[in-house]
């Protein structure tokens, strides 16, 4: 499926079952789709700036992803077939870990991610068209949040949490 020239990551099928989303070599940034019937790579982004992690849109049209700024990570959106990409996120970037994740809601409203607030690991979720992002309450002590994902009907997300150097899915 991948190129072994480069460190590939976070494999994520498409919601048609057809096409796999993964991000080659995550400091230089790039990301391709793989399509299982031709058996063939296509670069989606040819960026060179640190990519953290990707997800598809539930009609698999759009792809986002994490992309680091000059001040931090953005959330942007992409269109599957090309484009421009859409920056989301409009209050300014975010400090992200090597553990970030980003999950998009089931019905295409929301996205979750991850970022550290204040020395802390939160989950935030924001409108796919952009906007001002919300804090979830995870009701849990501070520590690292790893990856996100959202339930199936779209009524929770889970995630993993690690505390005093054990990670635990909630």
């Keep these: 499926v991948s190129d072994s020239n480069y460190v590939n990551y976070r494999p994520r099928w498409a919601p ?53 700024a000059a001040d931090g990570f953005d959330i942007w959106r992409l269109a599957v077939t090309g484009g421009e990409p859409l920056k989301i996120t409009t209050n300014g970037a975010f400090s992200m870990t090597r553990n970030a994740s980003l999950s998009w809601s089931p ?31 995870l009701g849990v002590e501070k520590g690292t949040i790893g990856y996100i994902s959202w339930s199936t009907e779209g009524s929770t997300i889970d995630f993993n949490f690690r505390t005093l150097g054990n990670w635990d899915i909630w």
């Design 16 to 68: 048609n079952g057809r096409h796999l989303l993964y991000d080659a070599t995550e400091d230089i940034g790039m990301a391709n789709i793989y399509d299982i019937g031709s058996q063939t790579n296509r670069l989606i982004i040819p960026s060179m700036a640190a990519i953290r992690a990707l997800d598809w849109s539930p009609d698999g049209r759009s792809i986002v992803f994490l992309q680091n």
């Design 107 to 137: 019905d295409g409203r929301l996205i979750a991610f991850n970022p550290i607030l204040d020395g802390e690991g939160v989950i935030l979720t924001i409108p796919a068209a952009g906007g001002e992002p919300d804090r979830i309450d």
